[in-house]
């Protein structure tokens, strides 16, 4: 899951930077999203990273361009924004998750 994690906030730093949010998601997506597998991911996200690989690769795409360049080139403004908050919101359920499991159990002093 640690890969997941580093590609996740990758992504998202790349969702961060300057520039067109569209072309800004088209990059997160091919450089750090598109080559994770399902299995590589939590439980509680592959269906939500599912639907946002579909999302992302659902135009057929013209000579010389990828399925994701099509797609994001049909996209609003608006809804490549709705997609990058997804990102960025499986981001969260990795963190929070990787938090709990690194958290310590506690126990009392003098406990035997």
């Known amino acids: 899951m640690s890969n997941a994690w580093e590609n996740f906030f990758a992504a998202t730093a790349m969702l961060a930077s300057a520039g067109p949010i569209k072309q800004r998601l088209a990059e997160a997506y091919r450089q750090h999203l598109a080559p994770l597998e399902e299995d590589d991911l ?3 996200i592959r269906e939500e990273f599912s639907s946002v690989a579909s999302s992302m690769q659902c135009v057929r795409p013209m000579r010389g361009e990828s399925a994701v360049q099509a797609t994001v080139r049909k996209m609003s403004e608006m809804e490549a924004g709705r997609l990058a908050t997804r990102i960025v ?3 969260g359920v990795i963190a929070r998750q990787q938090n709990v ?3 310590p159990k506690l126990r009392a002093v003098g406990d035997e």
Request: glycine content about 0%; charged content about 35%; overall charge positive.
């Open 89 to 91: 919101n499986m981001l």
């Open 101 to 103: 499991q690194r958290t």
């Open 42 to 44: 939590p439980k509680e």
